[in-house]
């Protein structure tokens, strides 16, 4: 119960027991005083009725005319006239006693009036006695209207009373809301002061708020430039900014090794000519400056390509990672780049030409890391042999059917007509090495042999065909339906292309509605390079997977750390590590210390972290230490493999 509504109720309890000792006491006090009253009524009327007959009765006619006179007055339910002899001579009774207050009333505060007497003398000579009981029927009408007239009076000072309480309230509540969205925005990161309230108890409360607010401040200020220090130092070429060598090779191995992986790409490798010579001719800080000057045009060369990764692989040598390029995109950006290395020479920043040479290889989804490597090296060779700054390609081993729109539109609408798609389970395990739930990837039937195509081979088609939503409704349908037959949870991948479609959203509310025993297990998954444009989609789904009992996840996650507090104010459940920080973990301590800080702000907002494509053992037991959740990835698939 909150403090407010205690004090509500002890001053609504202190006012009732007031407001009803001072009715007791008002009721209490009335009825003695109507009692009083009547005896006194009683005992004067007594005393004049028998001066009257002392003076003018000589009869007991006119004797009786008298006691009928005063009786009909109605403020006497009974006269009586006895003569000395004690006989009655004349008596009257009223018969009618009811009034307009309540019988409970009436019992309540029963008035027992004494009666009032007097007597009759002739001369010297008692004559009599008169006997007078008042009339009780208007004190209890007196006493009753006096009684509402008193609740009227308490009924509107406990209005005015509730109302000044509820001004004092409203007055106490401003502070307190103010403490506790201070308190709400801290969880948010987000760090705001409060006026210091004129309530000396608050204000001690919000000047200690302040003061931690602005420790927290500094806090978390100091522990993301320790997170960024932690990336920069784990992940980045310090000269050049570029991601390094580790770095670019667990990229390379996710574009290879990744489901939602584009089928097809490139990788060109940029070799500067002589860096040793350069550095011995030109100096240090030249040789420096013409090596950023080299990233710098690399970098405006793939402005606008947002899937690209550029990388500095070592003292000479740069990486370019085009995913999803075809052979003639990769030859156009490689002679582009060809061209702005040669442009440095015309500009100063080195002294002879060609400045460098590129070399590219085409690749599949699937390829070995190392071979793609190899190819990719060889090629940069035969362009150093050449006698121009040409770049050299590397054709695909196998190369690949191209397929027009139109075809591909076709081909989709074909699969989705005779439902040729299902979905392929991959294990998640927690970290002990225990089953926690199944990764569904889509599937697609190829029209000619049959072989399942992976998402990456038919969902940028889709993309560009807006076929997302109707792909991502069917891949939820066959999760709840393979549900069915499971027993543990399964997480399937939805664009987040989808969920800023309205029509998405109405389907997903329709077909988790129908079946609301399967949703309670479904595990709904985003990834992180989708949501680079902001969290609209995912507020706009999020609360109905909450109201569903889904969970929701991103997965590649690695690239928004700073997001971590708004992905929790979109109620996200868990997240997945990418996996370019977990390749080779184990011998990383800039990953191992960016991972263990990621795992302790997420554990603070009750998120829980999981890695993703994990490859050997040694990663395994390497997460394990940081504490992270679960792990999936060819060494979870290995390990829980039906034997």
Wanted: net charge neutral.
């Amino acid at each position: 119960m909150s403090l407010l509504r205690q004090l509500w109720i002890v001053a609504l309890a202190a006012c009732a027991l007031a407001f009803a000792g001072s009715f007791a006491v008002s009721l209490i006090t009335a009825r003695s005083y109507l009692q009083q009253q009547l005896l006194a009524q009683a005992t004067d009327g007594a005393a004049a009725l028998a001066l009257s007959m002392s003076q003018q009765a000589k009869d007991e006619a006119t004797a009786e005319l008298m006691v009928s006179a005063l009786f009909d007055s109605g403020h006497y339910a009974r006269i009586r006239y006895e003569d000395a002899r004690g006989k009655t001579v004349a008596e009257r009774v009223s018969e009618t006693s009811a009034s307009d207050a309540p019988a409970w009333f009436t019992g309540l505060l029963r008035l027992d009036p004494q009666p009032g007497t007097a007597l009759v003398n002739r001369g010297w000579n008692q004559a009599g006695r008169v006997t007078l009981v008042p009339q009780v029927r208007f004190a209890y009408e007196a006493l009753w209207q006096g009684a509402l007239q008193l609740c009227v009076v308490m009924a509107g000072l406990a209005l005015i009373l509730g109302l000044s309480l509820s001004v004092l309230v409203r007055w106490l509540r401003g502070p307190l809301n103010e403490m506790v969205a201070q308190a709400e925005a801290i969880g948010e990161r987000r760090f705001v002061t409060m006026r210091e309230p004129k309530v000396r108890e608050l204000r001690s409360a919000v000047r200690a708020l302040n003061l931690m607010v602005d420790r927290v401040r500094v806090m978390f200020g100091e522990q993301a430039a320790r997170i960024e220090d932690l990336r920069t130092e784990a992940n980045r070429d310090p000269l050049t900014s570029l991601p390094n060598r580790g770095f670019f090779l667990g990229r390379l191995r996710s574009e290879l090794q990744d489901e939602d992986a584009a089928p097809t790409g490139a990788l060109a490798l940029v070799r500067i000519a002589g860096l040793a010579d350069l550095n011995r001719r030109l100096g240090r800080e030249r040789t420096d400056a013409l090596l950023r000057s080299t990233a710098d045009v690399l970098r405006e060369v793939a402005d606008g390509e947002a899937e690209h990764f550029l990388a500095r692989l070592n003292g000479a040598d740069f990486a370019w990672l085009m995913p999803g390029a075809d052979p003639d995109t990769a030859s156009r950006l490689a002679a582009s780049a060809a061209r702005a290395l040669e442009a440095l020479h015309r500009h100063g920043h080195a002294d002879r030409s060609p400045v460098g040479f590129v070399g590219v290889a085409l690749f599949h989804r699937g390829d070995e890391l190392g071979h793609v490597m190899a190819r990719a090296d060889a090629a940069l060779m035969r362009a150093e042999r050449g006698e121009d700054a040409e770049p050299v390609i590397s054709a695909y081993d196998t190369p690949l059917v191209a397929r027009t729109q139109e075809e591909w539109r076709s081909l989709l609408q074909a699969a989705l007509a005779a439902r040729d798609f299902a979905l392929a389970g991959f294990p998640v395990a927690h970290i002990d090495g225990r089953a926690w739930h199944e990764e569904a990837m889509m599937r697609m039937r190829a029209p000619d042999d049959g072989a399942p195509w992976t998402a990456g081979q038919f969902m940028p088609a889709a993309d560009r065909l807006g076929m997302t939503v109707a792909l991502d409704l069917l891949a939820v349908e066959l999760a709840l339906q393979r549900l069915h037959h499971v027993t543990g949870p399964i997480a399937v991948n939805l664009s987040p292309i989808s969920l800023t479609d309205l029509q998405f959203r109405e389907g997903l509310q329709r077909r988790l509605a129908a079946s609301p025993a399967m949703a309670r297990r479904l595990w709904v998954e985003v990834s992180e390079r989708g949501l680079d444009q902001g969290l609209s989609g995912l507020a706009a789904v999020a609360p109905i997977l909450s109201q569903h009992g889904c969970k929701l996840g991103i997965e590649h996650f690695g690239r928004h750390f700073s997001a971590i507090p708004r992905l929790y104010a979109q109620r996200v459940d868990y997240l997945k590590v990418d996996g370019s920080f977990v390749a080779g973990i184990e011998e990383n301590a800039g990953n191992q210390r960016l991972i263990k800080a990621i795992v302790d702000v997420a554990r603070g907002l009750d998120i829980q972290v999981l890695a993703e494509r994990v490859s050997t053992t040694a990663e395994w037991q390497t997460l394990a230490e940081l504490g992270v959740a679960g792990v999936t990835g060819p060494a979870v698939t290995e390990r829980l493999r039906p034997s």
